[in-house]
C-alpha cells in the first residue's frame, strides 16, 4: 500500500508555469514506477508523464516539450513541471504509482486543480 498527495495547483494565465509535487509514503518509493495522469470535465484521464525506477521518461506528443517529469528518491517525491501553459491543460492532475514488483497495480493520489485562463 502507498499513499500519495498531490500539491502545487493553482489557477495561472495561458503562458505560465507551475510545478506540481507528489508526496509519497507506505512503502518503498524507489521500486515503483511514478506517473502523471490529468481528466478534465466529461474527458477521459489521460496520461501526460511517467518516469521509471530507472529515471527513463515518457510523454505524448500534446505535452511533449512543456512537460517534464522528476523524481527525488530521498525524498519519496515526484515532480511535475508545466510549461508554456495553454487552455487545453486545464484539468485536474493526478498523481499515480505502480510497483515494478507487481505492475498490475496502481495507486492514486486525490488529485490537484490545474486552471490556466485570462
Known amino acids: 500500500q502507498v499513499q500519495l498527495v498531490e500539491s502545487g495547483g493553482g489557477l495561472v494565465q495561458p503562458g505560465g508555469s507551475l510545478r506540481l509535487s507528489c508526496a509519497a509514503s507506505g512503502s518503498i518509493f524507489r521500486f515503483y514506477t511514478m506517473g502523471w495522469y490529468r481528466q478534465a470535465p466529461g474527458k477521459q484521464r489521460e496520461l501526460v508523464a511517467t518516469i521509471t525506477t530507472g529515471g527513463n521518461t515518457n510523454y505524448p506528443d500534446s505535452v511533449k516539450g512543456r512537460f517534464t517529469i522528476s523524481r527525488d528518491n530521498a525524498e519519496n517525491t515526484v515532480y511535475l513541471q508545466i510549461n508554456s501553459l495553454k487552455p487545453e491543460d486545464t484539468a485536474v492532475y493526478y498523481c499515480?504509482?505502480?510497483?515494478?514488483?507487481?505492475?498490475?497495480?496502481?495507486?492514486w493520489g486525490q488529485g490537484t486543480q490545474v486552471t490556466v485562463s485570462s
Open positions: 499515480s504509482a505502480s510497483p515494478s514488483y507487481n505492475p498490475g497495480l496502481r495507486y
